[in-house]
């Protein structure tokens, strides 16, 4: 009798805890307004989740890609929102420290429509498994190739390869390298740097330059002993696809060094921030940018006015590309929640189908022209080339405000492609 007690007290358990599952992910229903819905949408709410580095390695970045998508959101709601609905933000912070990030997803993930930003190629590589099992969209703040293999990944703008190729494609044309010169590449382990070193090998290859690879991890902060490797290889010129705080360290080193080469970084690298202190006078001398969204100090209406009220709502916060790319991504994610509406399906898969309707999407000049009909290819691959310039607002300007493709990438096949 006890046993059979047990037995029924297990299995009342079993029913209770189904029932609070059920509770915790909403099931898809239809509103009054004939729209699908689903887990984190209500008649007057979308709420979508934001897993943001705020205290790690990147967090001088994402503070104002974080408060860039607080900002734009908050202003289409003043517009109406999406659907009729305002769109609501949960921001949790995981320091870049992919163990807590699995926990908080877990929790968060229960909660909403999708993932307008999980920041980090680290992180995102960790839980792409279960944004599949649970088909959510996510902006993954991150250029990394691989993570477009995957229909849950939203990608705007180019991945950190192109960023690489039409950079070096520049210095080619303009001579600061030719065939036979040795160049260099610290690169952080990971997707992050693992997309950026194919795209580095490429036109190596292609070009008949010697190519120094020098992976550094996450927690380098010191990169004096590189850079004497660097030196020795007699590198003319060095790649940077690592933190802002981790370009400075090359900056710094290799003027120490009398290593005056120049030097390239991707977007996700650079920091207004390095336009102070000892970094301040390598970055301005040496230092090109290669990313595909807008800056602050460029002349386009979509960006000044976001600029304005950005600068008005957080004033104590520096300015730079991380606050037009937070806008950049912010208005990509609503293009496609728009479409979602536009098919009267607010569901999590009625998302993720909405993306690839998606052509020639328009965004005002913030990236170039994006494609998303075509799965697991980067959405654009053209790059602004930028200089620092602590004139203008945010710290760079472009060398050109026409985005640079270079003609190499037609045949261009990534590493992780193949």
């Known amino acids: ?55 790690g390695p990147f967090a001088a970045n994402d503070t104002k890609i974080t ?25 949790v912070d995981h320091g870049y420290d992919v163990q807590k990030a699995t926990t908080l997803y877990s929790d968060l993930a229960r909660k909403v429509l999708g993932f307008s930003q999980v920041f980090g190629s680290g992180v995102n590589a960790a839980l792409i498994d279960k944004y599949a099992g649970d088909k959510v969209l996510v902006y993954p703040a991150s250029g990394a190739g691989p993570l477009l293999k995957s229909e849950n990944i939203l990608g705007a703008g180019s991945t950190y390869d192109y960023e690489i190729i039409n950079a070096l494609d520049a210095w080619l044309q303009e001579g600061t390298v030719k065939q036979g010169d040795t160049i260099a590449h610290v690169y952080l382990e990971g997707d992050y740097g693992g997309t950026a070193i194919s795209g580095s090998r490429y036109m190596a290859r292609k070009h008949g330059l010697k190519l ?57 690298g650079w920091s207004g921030d390095l336009l102070e202190g000892a970094s301040r006078k390598p970055v301005l001398d040496r230092v090109t940018v290669a990313q595909s969204w807008a800056v602050p100090s460029m002349k386009l209406p979509v960006v000044e006015n976001f600029v304005a009220a950005y600068q008005k709502k957080y004033p104590n916060t520096k300015l730079d590309g991380n606050v ?51 799965k697991g290819h980067a959405p654009a691959t053209e790059s602004l080339l930028l200089r620092p310039d602590a004139s203008v607002p945010g710290g760079v300007k472009a060398i050109s405000e ?17």
């Open 324 to 374: 037009t790319l937070g806008q950049s991504s912010a208005v990509v994610y609503a293009k496609v929640l728009q479409q979602a509406c536009a098919d009267k399906d607010l569901t999590r898969e009625g998302v993720l189908k909405a993306v690839g309707q998606l052509k020639n999407v328009d965004t005002e000049g913030l990236l170039p022209p994006l494609d998303y009909s075509v």
């Open 67 to 91: 408060n860039a998508h607080q900002l734009y959101f908050s202003q289409l709601n003043e517009k109406g929102g999406v659907c009729g609905r305002k769109v609501r933000l949960d921001v």
């Open 1 to 55: 009798m006890n046993r059979t007690r047990t037995l029924a007290g297990l299995a009342a358990l079993a029913l209770l805890a189904a029932g609070c599952s059920s509770k915790a992910v909403k099931e898809d229903s239809v509103g009054s307004d004939g729209v699908r819905t689903g887990p984190g949408v209500t008649a007057g709410t979308i709420t979508l989740g934001e897993m943001a580095d705020l205290t």
């Open 212 to 268: 120094t690879e020098v992976k550094i991890k996450p927690t380098d902060t010191d990169l004096t002993s590189q850079i004497a490797g660097i030196k020795n290889a007699g590198a003319k010129a060095i790649l940077v696809s690592a933190s802002p705080k981790q370009l400075g360290s090359v900056a710094v080193a290799s003027e120490s060094a009398g290593l005056r080469v120049p030097i390239v970084v991707n977007g996700a």
């Open 402 to 418: 026409t985005r640079h493709e270079s003609k190499d990438i037609a045949g261009y096949t990534p590493d992780y492609a193949k």
